[in-house]
């Protein structure tokens, strides 16, 4: 099993609209979270750091249930530019690493 | 805004070459991590430093690679030889210190391997 598991995806959903990514992690000692964006053939960029208590910025908003062990990405009115993939992240308890997802991809239409 | 800098950006080799990749992080970063992003999949750690010392070198394949980072600030990872497996795209990220995991990536290196 995967230590952080996305659904690839793709979606396919038009501009406007509201989409939401889902990931679970396995280990409960994971205590930061993070969503990063990476575009066709670029490096991965911070979107935003996830925290227990739910975090907005715009558009976007993250939310982490630690029981579950799963954090959501809901993206409202969806533009082109937010094609991309979403990868979902989470530090490696004990160490400043970072394990990512395979990411989910999303494709906004006109 | 500060960068990372890595170079090249593309590479090709045939296979049992020898390449080499170089990776200069934000000012001041002294954690330095590389990984490997096989197309589809998510970044997987290679190394991480902290300063010049390897914190965690599990996930490299040290017959075939070595990272350094001399002096603690830029690094290099080197394979040799190449295997058509290698090809991917090679990121080099950075973390400042203090209690944060927030990690900033470099352009990446893609590699192919004919």
């Known amino acids: 099993r995967k230590e952080v598991e996305q659904d690839p995806g793709p979606f396919n959903v038009p501009e406007g609209a509201t989409v939401a990514f889902n990931c679970t992690y396995s280990n409960s000692a994971s205590q930061s979270f993070f969503w990063y964006r990476q575009d066709c053939r670029k490096e991965p960029k911070l979107l935003m750091s996830?925290?227990?208590s739910g975090n907005e910025d715009g558009r976007f908003t993250a939310q982490l249930n630690r029981a579950s062990q799963y954090i959501s990405l809901l993206i409202r009115d969806s533009k082109l530019s937010d094609s991309a993939t979403y990868l979902c992240v989470v530090n490696r308890a004990g160490r400043r690493a970072l394990t990512f997802g395979s990411g989910t991809r999303l494709q906004v239409q006109p | 805004e500060a960068e990372v800098a890595q170079s090249p950006r593309y590479k090709i080799t045939e296979k049992s070459q020898a390449v080499a990749f170089w990776c200069d992080p934000i000012?001041?970063?002294?954690?330095l991590y590389w990984y490997r992003q096989i197309l589809g999949q998510g970044p997987e750690l290679l190394v991480q430093?902290?300063?010049?010392?390897?914190?965690?070198d599990s996930q490299l394949p040290k017959d075939r690679f070595s990272a350094e980072r001399l002096k603690g600030v830029d690094s290099t990872l080197k394979i040799q030889p190449a295997e058509l497996g290698d090809s991917a795209m090679y990121l080099c990220a950075s973390r400042v210190a203090g209690d944060t995991d927030t990690q900033y990536f470099g352009p990446g290196t893609r590699l192919t391997v004919l």
């Open positions: 430093f902290q300063d010049e010392s390897v914190v965690d």
């Open positions: 000012s001041g970063h002294a954690t």
């Open positions: 996830v925290y227990s």
